[in-house]
């Protein structure tokens, strides 16, 4: 075992991935963090972003750009909490004397966080990102092979937490195609107190697939993937923002297969316009890297 990180300067998000790295794998990777286990405190558990909206992973919050609620000399203002859509747990029935292995990581420089675990012939793998280029959705894959001789079952529990004390959401029925999903959910509101007392209210759209709280993995020799999409936009976007917030999720949906391929070509492409790498010292190198990380997302 090996500390990666020392110091990522003084900032929320470095301790976050300090308190993440504690047990981290000492593999020569200057850019995948991997732990066995989580934070017992799960406020410093890796954060996927980028640059428009942000959450720490299996949180019950996603923070989005510009939207603040509470007066800027009063309250104060601050970030507006939106309930998390996205923050899918997992549990299986598999027994830990079934020899169960399970591995957490983020890798910065696709931007994603991976859960992995394998237990024998079964194999299963979480992946949650801030997609770099639509930029209005965080999507959670998982994909699962069953070559055990008996089903598997899979919990899925998304960790909504309580209502936002920021802003006032209400359900929303959306104008939905005949092909389109009909347990695709949506809420929308407005913040309940403006920075200063003459600005307008700002606006807030989450639209989120259904979850299902079991799916019964039954063994195939095939991988199978199920996908789930979270949809943001505000007032600051469109007039229209529940349209904007389901027309984002509508795109995404329409070949969810390729989002993951997107999303980590466009971090290649942001990584190879400049980056910092650090030879002969990987804890050095895993600082620095870590670092730039929390700064792009």
Known sequence: MASVVSVIGLSQWGLALLCFC?????????????????SNDPRLNPSVGNGYLATTVYSDTVYVSGIYNGRSTETPSHRARIPSASAIVLRTNLSYNEGINEMFSLNV???????????GNFTL???????????????TEVTYKNMLRDSVSLNLTNNLGPPSADIEFNRVNLSRSSVENSKVKAMAGYIKTTEEPGSAKLGVAVVWGDIPSLVEIQPSPKTQTLYFVTAVATSLDAKDFVTSAHEAYKEAMKRPEM???SHVKAWKQLWDAGRIEVEGNLTLAQTVSGSLYYTLR
């Open 109 to 119: 420089e696709q931007g994603v966080f991976y859960y992995r675990l394998v237990a």
């Open 125 to 139: 793998e979480q992946r949650i990102y801030a997609h770099r280029v639509h930029e209005h959705i965080l999507v």
């Open 259 to 261: 989002l993951l391929g």
């Open 22 to 38: 504690h047990v981290v794998m000492a593999v020569p990777n200057a850019t995948n963090f991997e732990s066995p286990t989580l």
